[in-house]
């Protein structure tokens, strides 16, 4: 089936430890976005992806970096630089816009990884 | 994008109809009004969107006002499932800008 898969479900981090989340998806799909969510609160962008080799920062980038290498995949790294980086984070993907810059379709979404720090 | 504002919660008692309110008055001609939903500790699933025609799918009804200053989303029987924070959303649909979320609207369906 297609979909955006996140790995792992649940992690946890040492402080001062750099950790990365994984985020892969095989719809083709060219945009890629990360968001954070805090509990009770609604998503905020931390970086977003239009075409692979290309990203740009979202709301609350500081303390984070992404890289997309592959049209697939976009891994989000939590640096130690992150003070408070407990959250549920979420990746989701959009089919391309058309030729023209117009395109209506929807963000799909992935089932999420929940951060902790031990 | 333009902004929105719902209620922060509702609720509905299971196998009637959820009207889930949104406005969003200071929408442009060219932004579409899209509906998400989050089951608690899963990401947001896509419910429906629309540009000013009512549109309906097999999940839900969307019904955009004639100034399309504001929208409901109906749910028509709603059941113990459908238990989760609503998002309205409204979006350029130019490029692959992201999708901004607020604090949406929480839905309790009760038996």
């Known amino acids: 089936d297609g979909g955006i898969t996140q790995s792992p479900k649940y992690l946890f981090r040492k402080e001062g430890q750099n950790v990365t989340l994984s985020c892969e998806q095989n719809l083709n799909h060219d945009a890629m976005y990360w968001y954070r969510q805090d509990p009770g609160?609604?998503?905020?962008?931390?970086?977003?992806?239009?075409?692979?080799?290309?990203?740009?920062?979202?709301?609350?980038?500081?303390?984070?970096?992404?890289?997309?290498?592959?049209?697939?995949?976009f891994p989000l790294t939590v640096t130690s630089a992150q003070k408070n980086p407990t959250a549920f984070y979420l990746c989701a993907s959009r089919a391309a816009a058309l030729s023209g810059g117009y395109s209506n379709q929807p963000q799909h979404f992935g089932d999420g990884t929940r951060l902790s720090i031990l | 994008d333009a902004k929105t504002t719902q209620p922060p919660s509702m609720d509905c008692a299971e196998g009637r109809a959820a009207n889930l309110p949104c406005n969003h008055s200071t929408i442009s001609g060219n932004e579409y009004v899209y509906w998400y939903r989050q089951i608690h500790s899963q990401g947001p699933q896509y419910i429906i969107h629309g540009l000013k025609n009512n549109e309906t799918n097999e999940m839900a009804s969307l019904i955009i006002t004639e100034d399309r200053k504001s929208s409901t989303l109906?749910?028509?029987?709603?059941?113990?499932?459908?238990?989760a924070v609503y998002y309205c959303i409204v979006r350029v649909h130019s490029g692959n800008t992201p999708l901004v979320f607020g604090k949406g609207t929480r839905l309790s369906v009760i038996a």
């Open chain 1, 41 to 73: 609160q609604g998503l905020r962008l931390i970086y977003y992806s239009q075409i692979v080799n290309d990203f740009q920062k979202g709301d609350i980038a500081e303390g984070y970096s992404v890289s997309r290498e592959k049209k697939e995949s």
């Open chain 2, 74 to 83: 109906i749910l028509p029987h709603a059941t113990l499932r459908d238990t």
